[in-house]
């Protein structure tokens, strides 16, 4: 079977490497080089957690995706993966966390509840009054992405993947038609669209069995009312907390209450904090803007949550795009009137450490076996409950 993928995030990378592995014939497409800081998943660091409330998918997915970003891991020699350990801050007996914690027993993930004065020994401080618990998830940790995405890339290449770069843009059926940072223009320059999979680059025509489309904040674009994503602007704050704030040691956290996480201070790069209320606004081809408006809250909460940070020197800023779902569930689904097209995207904030599972499913869906599931379909959705956080802001 011939695949071309378009896209070399955590999604099409992982597909790439998945499908490559197997033996497949993969063609990976991408405007960019992998990791690049303009794709959500570019960036240093993401989390890895299993907990995701009650929903078994995810959990059993996040759980799956260890596994395999391990395998990964023994194939490259590096350490993608680093786990540190992740802390769920419960303002509440029967919240989230509560959800999560009988979720991940039920499916033998270790977690710990913790009484609030136990937690203050996972932080060098710990502001404690307003927490019922906290859940401690040991083997949680955080993913090194950018180097995790081009891993991805380069061992679906050691597999026999071919890599392509330019910008390809949907062309009638399944046809897909590129050009090096081209538009739609620049394809019908290059010989106009034409029947089946096939892919036009610098001159030659590619052909495939399926056409895979994972282009994280540009698949709306792509496909218009089909997938309905927001595309947002994210803000990650680093902090210096000095030594006592290094990871491996401090772990990982996220209040899904008050919508705001991070990590201690992994690779040097300082105390990740952000807010992760929905930013404004930012189209996927805007220059990224620079970082800073979220610190005020950021502040606010660094003071109520780890009072020792108040004060912290900012170390930098940096903005990236969420690209979400109106119920932050995946997309991933056949295109209703193109057969052989597959629509794979919607991380909404929390699909990067999923990459390789998700991957695992789609590749068996595209030899035809186990069909995805539907709630990644296509088209509108109502608005759902956030796996990622709560959103609602810390003020
Ligand atoms: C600030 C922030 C924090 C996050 N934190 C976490 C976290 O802690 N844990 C977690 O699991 N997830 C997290 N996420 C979410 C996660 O990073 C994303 O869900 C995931 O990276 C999406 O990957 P993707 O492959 O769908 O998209 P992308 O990484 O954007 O990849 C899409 C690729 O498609 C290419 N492309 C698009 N259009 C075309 C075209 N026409 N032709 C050729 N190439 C094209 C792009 O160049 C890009 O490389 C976070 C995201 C952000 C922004």
Redesign the pocket.
């Known amino acids: 079977m011939q695949i071309v993928i378009?896209?070399?995030?955590?999604?099409?990378a992982s597909l790439a490497w998945s499908l490559a592995r197997a033996g497949e014939d993969v063609v990976l497409?991408?405007?960019?080089e992998p990791g690049?800081a303009r794709?959500?998943?570019g960036g240093e660091s993401?989390?890895?957690r299993c907990g995701h409330g009650a929903d078994e998918l995810y959990t059993a997915s996040a759980r799956r995706a260890r596994a395999l970003w391990r395998e990964l891991e023994a194939e490259t020699g590096e350490q993608l993966m680093v786990e540190i350990g992740m802390a769920w801050f419960a303002q509440r007996e029967d919240g989230w966390e509560a959800e999560s914690e009988r979720a991940m027993a039920a499916q033998g993930i270790p977690c710990e509840r913790l009484d609030p004065a136990e937690g203050t020994k996972l932080f060098p401080s710990l502001g404690t009054a307003d927490l019922a618990f906290v859940l401690y998830e040991p083997e949680a940790g955080v993913l090194r992405a950018r180097r995790a995405v081009q891993a991805l890339v380069r061992q679906a290449v050691a597999h026999g993947a071919k890599r392509v770069r330019?910008?390809?843009?949907p062309g009638g059926d399944t046809t897909v038609i590129?050009a090096s940072g081209g538009n739609a223009n620049d394809a019908a320059a290059a010989g106009g669209a034409a029947p089946g999979a096939r892919l036009f680059v610098r001159g030659e025509w590619l052909e495939g069995d399926a056409v895979v489309w994972?282009?994280?904040?540009?698949l709306g674009r792509?496909f218009g009312d089909l997938v309905p994503l927001t595309v947002t602007c994210?803000e990650?704050l680093f902090f210096d907390g000095g030594p006592a704030w290094r990871s491996p040691g401090v772990p990982g956290w996220v209040d899904y209450d008050l919508a705001m996480y991070g990590t201690g201070d992994l690779d040097e790069l300082g105390v990740k904090a952000?807010l992760d209320k929905e930013g404004p606004p930012l189209d996927p081809d805007a220059d990224l803007p620079a970082a800073g408006a979220t610190e005020p809250d950021v502040r606010a909460y660094l003071a109520r949550r780890f009072p020792a940070l108040a004060d912290a020197p900012l170390k930098e800023g940096r903005c990236?795009?969420?690209e979400l779902s109106a119920d932050s569930n995946f997309i991933a689904a056949r295109h209703p009137e193109h057969e052989r097209t597959w629509i794979v995207?919607g991380?909404?904030?929390?699909?990067?450490?999923?990459g390789p599972a998700l991957a695992e499913r789609v590749a068996h869906a595209l030899r035809g076996g186990e069909p995805l599931p539907e709630r990644f379909g296509l088209g509108q959705r109502a608005a759902g409950r956030s796996f990622r956080t709560a959103g609602s802001g810390v003020r």
């Open positions: 378009v896209g070399a995030g955590t999604f099409g497409v991408d405007q960019f690049d794709a959500t998943s993401r989390l890895i330019g910008r390809a843009v590129t994972a282009c994280g904040p540009w792509l994210q990650l952000a990236c795009r969420y995207g991380g909404s904030g929390h699909g990067f450490k999923h």
